[in-house]
Every structure is written in structure tokens, then in C-alpha cells.
């Protein structure tokens, strides 16, 4: 069971907008950032975002986070083909003293 | 840039001991943190140890007692030890910089799966 909590799966058409939640609590989102990752099929992850809001250099401005709490999210405006991935949230978890993930969420571009 | 490259053997057998590489290249060894992360695969991601700059260690407590994870700087290698691996130890295994103040993985190195048979 995954410290943190993401949907399993989202889809949304070309240019649409879509935002993938995690929720956690206080030991890991609660007191710490959130970092976001990609993984396009068959490859290795890839940083998306972290410290909550911040772009890694060549992450399209289409990309979005934010954090509330005990809960973060990432937004994907304009969604494009490219965009088709598996996307992971994690945090630093006090209790664990290192980093968990979200089980991760399938984004799907119909 | 910086550039890791897993090595190691694919197949296992159960009980024995896992032992994977981690070439850098693109920057200096000693100036970064490292990481190992797994996925079982179709699954999600499982971070495994980090070994710091000033050669400390910190491991997942679900794994600690099996694990260890050293750099060797002349060879400008990261390594994973893995003792008595089980068939619930099959994953792809990524090594990882552990950037910035939360330790966040980047980048990757392409992964190498490993299974545990008999």
C-alpha cells in the first residue's frame, strides 16, 4: 500500500487540462515538498517537478504543481499526445526518514 | 550532464546476494549524493538507500538490514548490495542523484531488471 495516494488512471483529449491529485499526511506532504515524476512506457523516471511548484530546465510551463496541506497536485494544461505517461508524486516522510511514492496514475490521451 | 549507467547480473537465485553498479559520467562523484530506487515491474517506485557526499548512509527501514550502498570515487561508481533476495526482490533497479535539500532523484540512470529465480 502506497504512503501516498493517487488515482489509479486519468484521461482528457488534445489541449484539455487535467490535474492528478496526491494525498498523504502529516509525517510526509504535511512537513515536506512534493516532488513529481514522469515515466513515458519503457523508459526510466524523469523529475517533472519539485519543491511543489518548481520546473525542472525543459519541463514545458504546461506543467503545474501545487500543494495544500497534506495534499498536492499536478496540472496539465494543453494536453498533448506527448504527455501520455505514468505519473509519481513523492514526498520525505519523517517516520521513514527517506522519500515515499504514490502508487502512481496512468495518463492516457484519447 | 550527468549521465548513470546500471550494470549487474539479471538473474538471481533466490537467497543469494545481489550486487549492481552505477557508472557516472558528466560530473564528479564525490560532489553529489546517490541513490538506488526499484519497481517491480507494472508497479510503483520503492526508494531503496542514499549514500551521501561525506560517504554516510541512510536506508529504507523495510530494507536495512539486507542493504548496502557505497561509492567507489577512482571508478566513479555507485553500488547496491542486496542480501538474501527473494522472488518479492524482482524489480527494475534505478540509480539516481539525490538532488537539492529534499533529496529528489535526478536524473536517472536507465535501470536494469533483475530476477530472482531458481
Known amino acids: 500500500q502506497p504512503a501516498l495516494i493517487q488515482p489509479p488512471s486519468t484521461s482528457g483529449t488534445p489541449g484539455q487540462r487535467i490535474i492528478i491529485s496526491c494525498s498523504g499526511s502529516?509525517?510526509?506532504?504535511?512537513?515536506?515538498?512534493v516532488n513529481w515524476y514522469q515515466q513515458v512506457s519503457g523508459t526510466a523516471p524523469r523529475l517533472l517537478m519539485y519543491?511543489?511548484?518548481q520546473r525542472p530546465s525543459g519541463v514545458p510551463d504546461r506543467f503545474s504543481g501545487s500543494k495544500s496541506g497534506t495534499s498536492a497536485s499536478l496540472a496539465i494544461s494543453g494536453l498533448q499526445s506527448e504527455d501520455e505517461a505514468d505519473y509519481f508524486c513523492?514526498?520525505?516522510?519523517?517516520?521513514?526518514?527517506?522519500?515515499?511514492f504514490g502508487g502512481g496514475t496512468k495518463v492516457t490521451v484519447l | 550532464q550527468v549521465q548513470l549507467l546500471e550494470s549487474g547480473p539479471g538473474l538471481v537465485r533466490p537467497s543469494e546476494t545481489l550486487s549492481l553498479h552505477c557508472t557516472v559520467s558528466?560530473?564528479?562523484?564525490?560532489?553529489?549524493?546517490w541513490s538506488w530506487v526499484r519497481q517491480v515491474p507494472g508497479k510503483g517506485l520503492e526508494w531503496i538507500g542514499y549514500?551521501?557526499?561525506?560517504?554516510?548512509?541512510n536506508y529504507n527501514p523495510s530494507l536495512k538490514s539486507r542493504v548496502t550502498v557505497s561509492v567507489d570515487t577512482p571508478k566513479s561508481q555507485v553500488s547496491l548490495r542486496l542480501s538474501a533476495m527473494t522472488v518479492a526482490d524482482t524489480a527494475v533497479y534505478y540509480c539516481?542523484?539525490?538532488?537539492?535539500?529534499?533529496?529528489?532523484?535526478?536524473?536517472w540512470g536507465q535501470g536494469t531488471l533483475v530476477t530472482v529465480s531458481s
Open positions: 558528466g560530473d564528479s562523484i564525490s560532489r553529489s549524493d
Open positions: 519543491s511543489n511548484i
Open positions: 513523492s514526498a520525505w516522510d519523517v517516520s521513514v526518514n527517506g522519500p515515499v
Open positions: 539516481a542523484r539525490a538532488a537539492g535539500h529534499n533529496k529528489r532523484f535526478d536524473p
Open positions: 502529516n509525517s510526509n506532504i504535511g512537513s515536506n515538498t
Open positions: 549514500v551521501y557526499k561525506d560517504g554516510a548512509t
